[in-house]
C-alpha cells in the first residue's frame, strides 16, 4: 500500500487548490483529487440502521459541515438511504441532509447542481462566527439536534485560522446540536504541509501555526475534548482513508 500524503498529486491540482488559493480548505476542485468513494467506501451503507434511526414514521437530520460543492452530501445520502432517486426525490424520503460551507461560491454550485432538493439543501454559513441558521434549521424541522453530524477535514483549517480555541469550540458546538459526530481530523503532518505550500506562494503563513499547542495526534486531541468536555464518546473508528485520516464515531452520552 502506497503511504498517504497530504500533497495533491499532480503540478495542475497544485495549482487549482493549494491552501494559498483556498487558505480555508475551500477548494475549487476538491473531490477531484479526493473523490466521495475515499470516505464512503469506510462507512456501511447500514450506519442509520445501525445507530437506531430507522424509523419511518421520523425524520432523521445530517448535517454536513463544510461541505464544499456537495458532492460528497449527496453521495452520502444515497449511499445511506439506498433507495431510488426517483423515489428520494418524489417523497422527499424520511432522512434529511444540510450542507454548509463558508465559501458561497461553493455553496451556489452545490445548490445549482442538487439531484435531491426535497432531501438535500444547502446554505453558506461560517460556523466560528454563527451557529443561528442551524438552530433555526432544526426549529423548522422540529428537532433539537442533529442525529448524525459530518466534520470530514474541516478541523485543520478552522485550527490554522482561529488558533487552538477555535478548534475546541468548534468540537463542543458540533457536539452540542448532534447526537452522533462523524469525525475525520487532518493529522499534523497535514499541517506543515499546507504550511509549507503556502511560504511557497510567498505568502504570510497561518496567523496561528507557530502558536498552536495542540498539536501530534489531532485525532487523539480532539477525542479527549469531546470525551472530557461535550458528554460525548467514542463507539467507533472506520479505519483510515487512502490520505491515512481516522474516521471515528462519537455518540453522545
Not at 424520511?94 to 454550485?109: A, M, S, T, Y
Not at 461535550?230 to 473508528?237: D, T
Request: net charge negative.
Amino acid at each position: 500500500m502506497t503511504m498517504a500524503t497530504c500533497s495533491i498529486g499532480s503540478d495542475a491540482a497544485d495549482e487549482l487548490n493549494d491552501p494559498g488559493a483556498a487558505p480555508y480548505g475551500n477548494f475549487i476542485n476538491y473531490y477531484t483529487f479526493n473523490p466521495p468513494e475515499n470516505r464512503l467506501s469506510l462507512i456501511p451503507a447500514t450506519l442509520l440502521q445501525d445507530l437506531g434511526y430507522s424509523d419511518e414514521n421520523r425524520t432523521t437530520l445530517i448535517l454536513d459541515v463544510g461541505c464544499n460543492s456537495g458532492e460528497l452530501s449527496v453521495a452520502f445520502y444515497r449511499h445511506l438511504v439506498q433507495q431510488p432517486v426517483s423515489r428520494a426525490e418524489s417523497d422527499g424520503r424520511k432522512v434529511k441532509l444540510l450542507g454548509f460551507d463558508l465559501d458561497e461560491i461553493l455553496i451556489q454550485r452545490a445548490q445549482q447542481t442538487n439531484p435531491l432538493p426535497n432531501s438535500i439543501s444547502f446554505i453558506p454559513l461560517d460556523i466560528t462566527e454563527d451557529t443561528q441558521q442551524l438552530q433555526d434549521y432544526l426549529d423548522q424541522q422540529g428537532c433539537s439536534h442533529f442525529h448524525l453530524c459530518l466534520c470530514l477535514a474541516v478541523t485543520m483549517w478552522v485550527h490554522l485560522n482561529h488558533g487552538d480555541s477555535g478548534l475546541l469550540q468548534l468540537l463542543s458546538r458540533l457536539a452540542s446540536i448532534s447526537q452522533h459526530l462523524l469525525l475525520e481530523a487532518q493529522p499534523w503532518k497535514c499541517y506543515r504541509s499546507a504550511a509549507r505550500r503556502l511560504r511557497k506562494l510567498g505568502r504570510s503563513d497561518f496567523d496561528h501555526f507557530k502558536t498552536l499547542k495542540i498539536r501530534g495526534d489531532i485525532a487523539a486531541h480532539s477525542t479527549e475534548h469531546l470525551e472530557t468536555n461535550c458528554g460525548m464518546e467514542l463507539i467507533q473508528s472506520f479505519g483510515s482513508t487512502a490520505w491515512d485520516r481516522k474516521l471515528l464515531l462519537f455518540k453522545r452520552r
